[in-house]
């Protein structure tokens, strides 16, 4: 399940890695949206 959400997530929500986005200086949704795809991606490998 958290593969298919995986890759759903890659193809939706915006990358913020390509995009060079300091953490430092992210907005609350952009850290929501980072700590989403963490989450997702930490499940899908397990």
Known sequence: MYKLLAKINKLLLPSFTKQQL????AKKWQMAI?????????????
Not at 22 to 25: E, I, R, V
Not at 34 to 46: A, F, N
């Open 22 to 25: 300091d953490l430092a200086k």
């Open 34 to 46: 980072i700590g989403w795809r963490y989450y997702v991606t930490k499940r899908s490998l397990e």
